[in-house]
C-alpha cells in the first residue's frame, strides 16, 4: 500500500514535466508537420512563417503592423508566391487580382482573419457568406448612389467650409495643424450624417484630438492584436468598462456609443420617423425600415453594433489618412499643386467663393493627382484573405489547395514597378491620357468586385471638396515634417507613424 502511494506521489510530483515534455513534443511534431507533410510544403517562403504563426504576430504587434512592408522582398527572393504563414500564401501577379477579388469570383473571405479580428464580425465588411452580403448591399446601396451624392455633397461643402474656419483661427494664432485628427474631424462629420443622420460637430472644435477621435485611435490600434487573440473582445465585453478600457482601450467605450445611436434610430423608426431630417435616407434607417424587403433576416443589435462600429471607422481613417498624405504630397510637390490651382481658376465659384463638387470632380488634372494621392497612400494597404474555392488553384505554376488561405495587398500592386514607373514618386500625369486608361485596370484602393469599398462615391465628395477649397484659400508649408515623419503603418487601415503638421503662412 505504501509503495502504491509512493507511486502516485511521485507521479504527481512529474506531473508538469511530464506536461512540459509532452507540449515540446507536440510543438516539435507540428513544426516538423509543417514544414514536411503539409499541402503547402512546397511553396517557396521563409522556413520560419512557414512552421508558426508567432513570426506573424511578431510583426503585426512587436513590429506595428511591418509585414507588408517585407512582401516585395520576400517575392524579390522567393518568386511570385510565398509561403507567408503556416496556412497563407502570397501572391505578387496583379493579373491575379481580378479572378480573386473580381465580380463572378468563387473565392470566399478567408473566416480566420473576417471573423476574428476587430470584433466587427456581423458587419457588412466581415461578412463571409456571399449571399449575406449581397442581401445587406442590395439593402443599403442605393445611400451611395449617384442621386444621393448629390444630397450629400452640400452637407459635405458645409463641413469642408467650417474645417477652414477652424483652420483660419489656428492661422490667427500662429498654430500648426495636425493633419491626421483635423482630417478625421471632416470625415467623421461628413459620415455620421449618412449613417445616423448625426451631427458630430468635430469640425468646430479647436481641440485637436476631441475625445470620440481618441477612441477611434485606441480602435484602430488594437485591431491586429485582437486578430491574434480574438478571445480579448469577448473579454472585453464581459468585464466593467473601467477595467476594459485597460485591456482594449476604446474598444468596449466605441461599442457602447455605437449602441446608443442604434438604439436612438429604434426609437425614432417606432416613432415613424425613417428618413434624416433633410428627408435623405440614412444607412441605418434604411437597414431598419419596416419597408425593407431585401434582408430575409432582422439583424440582431449584436450585428447592428458590428455594422455601425465597422462603418464608422471605415468611413474616417481611411478617407482622412488620404488626405492627410495628399496634403503632404501637394505641399512637397509645389508644381503640382500650382497645376491643380491653375485647373480650378477655368471654373466659377459658388457666391461663398467656395467649389462645389459637381463643377470639379470632372477636372482631369484634379482627378488625376486624387488617384495619385489614393495611389501612393492606399489606405487600406494590408491583406485582405480569401479561400481558395472548391477544386484548387494553380497559380504561377503553383498549385493550392482547396481551402487554402491565399492573399494580395493593395499596396504591392499600386507599388509595383512593372505597372507604374517609378511609383516611389508622386506623379499624377501618369493617369492622364490613354496611359491613365490602360493603367485603370490596376486602381485597386476600394479594391474592385462585389466586395469592393461600399462607400467610395463618398470619399471622392469628401477629397475633390477638401482638396480643391483647402488649397484654393490658404497657403502653406510643412511644419516639422519631412520624408522621416510621413511612414505609414499597418493597422487594417493605414495609420500615421508621427504627425504630418503644417503651418499657414497666409490667406489668399
Known amino acids: 500500500m505504501a509503495l502504491k502511494l509512493l507511486g502516485h506521489q511521485s507521479l504527481l510530483s512529474d506531473a508538469p514535466r511530464i506536461f512540459v515534455v509532452g507540449l515540446v513534443l507536440y510543438a516539435v511534431g507540428l513544426v516538423a508537420y509543417r514544414l514536411l507533410f503539409h499541402p503547402l510544403r512546397n511553396i517557396p517562403g521563409p522556413w520560419y512563417a512557414a512552421a508558426t504563426y508567432w513570426y506573424e504576430f511578431y510583426q ?18 522567393y518568386g511570385p508566391v510565398v509561403r507567408v504563414s503556416p496556412s497563407r500564401v502570397h501572391v505578387y501577379n496583379p493579373e491575379y487580382f481580378k479572378e480573386v477579388y473580381g465580380n ?15 470584433g466587427i464580425k456581423y458587419s457588412i465588411i466581415m461578412l463571409i457568406d456571399p449571399e449575406a452580403h449581397k442581401q445587406r448591399r442590395n439593402t443599403v446601396k442605393s445611400i451611395f448612389s449617384p442621386k444621393q451624392m448629390d444630397q450629400l455633397a452640400p452637407v459635405v461643402l458645409d463641413v ?3 474645417a477652414m474656419a477652424r483652420a483660419q483661427r489656428s492661422f490667427e494664432k500662429g498654430e500648426a495643424i495636425s493633419m491626421q485628427p483635423f482630417w478625421q474631424a471632416v470625415t467623421v462629420d461628413t459620415i455620421m450624417p449618412v449613417l445616423f443622420d ?27 492584436i485582437t486578430k491574434h487573440f480574438p478571445f480579448l473582445i469577448h473579454l472585453a465585453m464581459a468585464i466593467p468598462m473601467s477595467i476594459a478600457q485597460k485591456l482594449l482601450p476604446g474598444y468596449a467605450q466605441f461599442r457602447h456609443q455605437c449602441s446608443e445611436w442604434i438604439q436612438e434610430i429604434e426609437d425614432k423608426q417606432n416613432a415613424g420617423i425613417d428618413t434624416a431630417s433633410d428627408g435623405r435616407s440614412t444607412y441605418f434607417d434604411t437597414l431598419l425600415s419596416t419597408k ?21 471607422f471605415a468611413g474616417t481613417d481611411t478617407t482622412s489618412f488620404g488626405l492627410t498624405f495628399g496634403t ?14 491653375e485647373e480650378l481658376k477655368t471654373v466659377d465659384t459658388n457666391s461663398e467663393g467656395l467649389y462645389e463638387y459637381r463643377d470639379i470632380s470632372s477636372l482631369p488634372y484634379l482627378s488625376a493627382t486624387i488617384k495619385e ?20 488553384a494553380t497559380v504561377d505554376g503553383y498549385y493550392l489547395p482547396e481551402g487554402t488561405t491565399v492573399s494580395q495587398t493593395l499596396r504591392t500592386i499600386h507599388d509595383n514597378p512593372d ?13 492622364l491620357g490613354e496611359q491613365g486608361w490602360a493603367l485603370e485596370k490596376y486602381f485597386v484602393p476600394f479594391s474592385k468586385g462585389p466586395r469592393s469599398c461600399l462607400g467610395m462615391n463618398v470619399a471622392y465628395v469628401e477629397m475633390y471638396l477638401s482638396i480643391a477649397n483647402f488649397f484654393s484659400r490658404f497657403d502653406m508649408s510643412l511644419y516639422k515634417t519631412d520624408e522621416t515623419t510621413a511612414i505609414w503603418i499597418d493597422s487594417a487601415a493605414a495609420r500615421i507613424w508621427k504627425p504630418i503638421r503644417v503651418k499657414i503662412d497666409s490667406i489668399k
Request: hydrophobic share 35%; charged share 30%.
Open 60 to 77: 503585426d504587434v512587436i513590429l506595428d503592423g511591418h509585414f507588408i512592408k517585407d512582401y516585395p522582398k520576400l517575392h524579390a527572393k
Open 104 to 118: 463572378g469570383t468563387k473565392y470566399t473571405k478567408d473566416p480566420d482573419f473576417f471573423q476574428s479580428g476587430g
Open 160 to 162: 469642408v467650409k467650417r
Open 198 to 224: 448625426r451631427n458630430m460637430n468635430l469640425v468646430d472644435q479647436d481641440e485637436e484630438f476631441p475625445p470620440f477621435l481618441d477612441i477611434m485611435e485606441k480602435f484602430a490600434e488594437n485591431f491586429l
Open 292 to 312: 425593407n424587403t431585401k434582408m430575409y433576416h432582422k439583424l440582431s443589435r449584436e450585428a447592428l453594433v458590428d455594422e455601425a462600429l465597422a462603418l464608422c
Open 328 to 341: 503632404y504630397y501637394l505641399l512637397r510637390h509645389p508644381d503640382k499643386l500650382d497645376k491643380v490651382l
Open 373 to 392: 494621392i489614393l495611389r501612393l497612400s492606399s489606405p487600406v494597404p494590408g491583406i485582405i484573405p480569401r479561400r481558395v474555392p472548391k477544386g484548387g
Open 419 to 431: 505597372l507604374f514607373a517609378e511609383p516611389e514618386k508622386f506623379i499624377p500625369e501618369r493617369w
